[in-house]
């Protein structure tokens, strides 16, 4: 593809509008760089003296040199610099399709070396992305002293480009850990996907950006088959997790195949009704532990497919008899916080861990039900869970922060989706309220992960209050579904 020609896939992803070059003003680099051209606006090896902006979100220092990487937002290219520094020190860029995981397939992009008589120097401009291929992307600028084998890298960054807010930006960040090749979310779990893909299409409803819609469809067509079949599989709640995802999926495309699908996984999980401790849905096809999460998973997508299925009795009846059954075993404890399950040897609540998301899936369901009836009550009963849980000392830090139970360890592989699901219903809720309680509460768990548990290429860890631990797809998720549903 020429240089300043962009092919129709591109323009879904990019926002469009090229930028007007710039005279060059010094003599290019040398590049020694053997990686593949990548051509998106413009084609890698651009000079930066044609670049219209100079961002530098990023650096790093190595015996007394400063090495930047600097980006044109205009272009959406980087390119690293050197200074303070002697002929024969070497800049480079790393580019990576996966968050950092990987990059450049092991060589140095626009390697180059300062030449004689200059204290510093600078890389050609080089792609963040690959539109063409889908390749979500990030840069960091590396160099070296000539004299020492030491190596200083910054930490990545990329453009604004889809990335134009903090909700845009963490969606993008998301997508770098989406595997096109299996239409999952690599780092993470299979229900932790059916979340971090219902965070990406509440992203493209609230933010208007649809680059990233393209994923729905490679998600459904790559693993429709997988496991039972129609996103089914031997955990019920995974299965409803799923259900949820295509009912979101149904309500932004139209695409009837959706619906189907989040109908065949409430039909799975209703075969796992029984008359065990008088009613609910098995956690498992094992039939060994009936919970809160299946079962506020169950009303939430029964209330939910009676809203879009014309003519729908049995879906109500679902959702209103789970409700109904719900109550009955206390798993609503008297603090009004929801503990994990029940003991079948009691038909009661077993006291369990009150989990963040526990809390925000009954309280979305309870949203969907009032929807679906048209009976406030429902909203009642869903606010005073909602106020339970936007204050009790459990899930909070001292200033207010919300925190998971387990957050004093690492969570395991399904805690770091947990909160992103509490924060989801408990906006749902928000929303379906006149008066907007849990605004200002969103707003200060967003504006407290912006800016004390965030990368510079807003990718987020598990503790909201900071700082970063480490990255994955469910922390994002979580995170992403927070920047949702905060206004």
């Known amino acids: 593809m020429s240089v300043g020609i962009v092919s129709s896939l591109a323009l879904l992803i990019a926002p469009l509008g090229a930028p007007v070059p710039a005279p060059a003003t010094e003599t290019p ?7 593949a051209t990548i051509c998106n606006k413009y084609c890698d090896a651009r000079d930066p003296g044609l670049a219209t902006k100079d961002r530098a979100p990023v650096s790093s220092t190595l015996f007394g040199r400063t090495i930047a990487l600097h980006i044109d937002d205009d272009a959406a290219m980087g390119w690293a610099t050197i200074d ?17 995981r990987t990059w450049s397939d092991g060589s140095r992009l626009g390697n180059t070396a300062i030449p004689t008589g200059q204290g510093g120097w600078r890389t050609q401009m080089y792609n963040v992305d690959d539109w063409n291929n889908l390749g979500v992307g990030a840069l960091r600028a590396c160099g070296k002293a000539g004299d020492r084998a030491d190596i200083a890298c910054t930490t990545w960054a990329r453009t604004t480009w889809n990335a134009w807010d903090r909700r845009t930006a963490a969606a993008t960040a998301l997508m770098q850990d989406y595997n096109l ?14 979340n971090a893909l219902n965070a990406l299409i509440d992203n493209i409803r609230v933010s208007g950006m649809h680059s990233y819609e393209y994923a729905i ?34 309500d932004l ?11 065949a996984d409430a039909d799975h999980m209703a075969a796992y009704w029984d008359n065990t401790c008088g009613g609910g849905v098995w956690w498992s096809e094992a039939k060994t532990y009936k919970n809160a999460i299946s079962n506020s ?46 003991d079948l040897s009691t038909c009661k609540n077993n006291g369990s861990t009150a989990w963040t998301y526990n809390q925000g899936v009954l309280i979305g369901a309870l949203t969907e039900l009032s929807k679906a009836t048209n009976n406030s009550a429902y909203l009642t009963s869903a606010r005073q869970l909602a106020d339970a849980s936007t204050t009790a000392s459990s899930l909070h830090t001292a200033d207010g922060i919300l925190r998971e139970p387990c957050e004093n360890g690492d969570c395991g592989g ?19 309220l006149s008066d907007h309680p849990y605004t200002s509460y969103l707003q200060h768990q967003a504006d407290r992960a912006f800016s004390a548990d965030r990368t510079p290429m807003d990718q987020y860890g598990l503790r909201w209050y900071g700082p970063v631990d480490k990255l994955d797809a469910a922390r994002q998720q979580s995170a992403l579904d927070l920047l949702n549903a905060a206004p």
């Open 29 to 35: 680099p040398v590049n020694m760089s053997t990686q």
């Open 84 to 100: 303070n520094g002697n002929p024969g020190d070497e800049v480079w860029l790393d580019r990576s399709m996966d968050g950092g």
């Open 181 to 194: 090749s299996t239409g999952l979310f690599d780092t993470t779990g299979w229900w932790n996907s059916a």
């Open 217 to 250: 469809a490679r998600t459904y067509d790559l693993n429709l088959n997988a496991q039972e079949g129609q996103f089914r599989n031997d955990y019920i709640d995974d299965t409803g997790w799923w259900g949820l995802a295509w009912v979101a999926a149904y």
């Open 253 to 263: 495309t139209g695409d009837s195949r959706y619906l189907q699908t989040a109908r």
């Open 297 to 342: 998973l169950y009303i939430q997508l029964n209330a939910q497919l009676h809203t879009r299925v014309s003519g729908d009795t049995t879906y109500l009846q679902r959702a209103q008899a789970g409700w109904t059954w719900f109550q009955q075993t206390g798993m609503i404890n008297g603090s009004n916080l929801v503990n994990d399950g029940i």
């Open 414 to 432: 399904d805690g770091p989706s947990f909160k992103g699901a509490h924060v989801r219903g408990l906006g749902k809720l928000n929303a379906a």
